[in-house]
């Protein structure tokens, strides 16, 4: 910060400032948190308030990937199971709206393609792309990337059967810098189409055809956008979350050539079962890797997970 040629290249220099500021809190946060420590006196509810925050800080101890500090960019796809995948696409939409809400995070509807049917008030979902902007968002839920499985009374059966239904969570970082100009997106590889936005209804009709859908032909990656009404800014959209779904798919590729060496067994994507949430015969969350689970289902599917979040992240290190 100190040479007095940094404001000679602009972008680096906003990227050095930004980088000192997200230090500083970090520093900042750690100081209070300390005086704090020091000042607590034999209070429950202080004690508790202040083993919270600590917790808190722990989890981003263990949040040092490249894009860890950054925004997420989340899709859901339900799995085979017509309208209980497509309603249970929905639940999950719904739980991590409400867990980005409990943390402050700003979000954004990139896409969202309703499904069949409704099922007790909500529409089911054919699929859905959230961007999720916070700090440490993508640390936090990159390790909800996954098959999530749900095992309930089926509200279409009308003999009250109880079904299985599974959906994919994939959980992308917002790339840039290097890494965007390493993928070497060409025109030529991209088939670009519009269409209406659709949606619930209300002010969220769009009667002009701005939403856009890329297929990324060499990939056969399709990604859709419709939040904005303007085609030009859903395209630059759509284009920053191809762009996350083909650095992963590079990152995917690395760590299992990686696995080969190392001799480890690569699971197969779809097969890669994390999290089971089972509503009938009873009740009972359980993460799959970690064992951490919880009778309070309906809590966790209101957005709870911090426990689950938490256990996955220190799991690797750990």
């Not at 520093?27 to 607590?40: A, P, R």
């Not at 202080?46 to 490249?66: I, P, T, W, Y």
């Not at 390493?182 to 939403?211: C, F, M, W």
């Amino acid at each position: 910060m100190q040479n007095p040629n940094l404001w000679d290249d602009k972008d680096k220099a906003v990227k050095i400032t930004q980088e000192l500021s997200d230090l500083q809190t970090e520093t900042i946060d750690f100081d209070n948190l300390t005086q704090e420590l020091g000042s607590l006196i034999e209070d429950n509810k202080a004690v508790e308030a202040f083993e919270s925050k600590l917790k808190q800080k722990e989890v981003q101890v263990f949040l040092s990937g490249k894009y860890d500090k950054g925004t997420a960019l989340l899709s859901i796809v339900p799995g085979a199971g017509g309208q209980d995948a497509q309603d249970w696409a929905t639940m999950l939409f719904r739980m991590y709206q409400r867990y980005c809400e409990r943390k402050g995070f700003k979000v954004s509807i990139f896409h969202q393609s309703s499904g069949e049917g409704v099922a007790e008030g909500r529409v089911g979902t054919k699929s859905a792309t959230l961007e999720i902007k916070g700090p440490y968002a993508f640390g936090l839920l990159k390790k909800e990337d996954g098959v999530h499985r749900l095992v309930r009374i089926s509200p279409f059966s009308s003999q009250s059967l109880r079904h299985t239904s599974f959906c994919l969570v994939e959980v992308m970082p917002e790339i840039s810098g290097s890494d965007q100009a390493e993928l070497q997106i060409k025109p030529e590889d991209l088939r670009i189409d519009t269409y209406r936005s659709s949606g619930p209804g209300g002010q969220h009709v769009n009667r002009r055809e701005s939403a856009i859908r890329i297929t990324h032909l060499p990939t056969k990656i399709t990604i859709s956008c419709q939040l904005e009404r303007s085609q030009g800014k859903n395209r630059e959209t759509a284009m920053k979350m191809l762009s996350a779904k083909l650095y992963q798919l590079k990152e995917k590729e690395r760590e299992k050539e990686l696995s080969k060496v190392k001799g480890k067994q690569v699971l197969i994507e779809w097969g890669s079962q994390i999290r089971s949430y089972v509503l009938h015969p009873y009740k009972l969350a359980k993460d799959l890797r970690t064992g951490v689970e919880t009778s309070d289902v309906e809590g966790v599917l209101d957005g709870k997970l911090d426990e689950f979040i938490e256990a996955e992240n220190k799991h690797d290190i750990l």
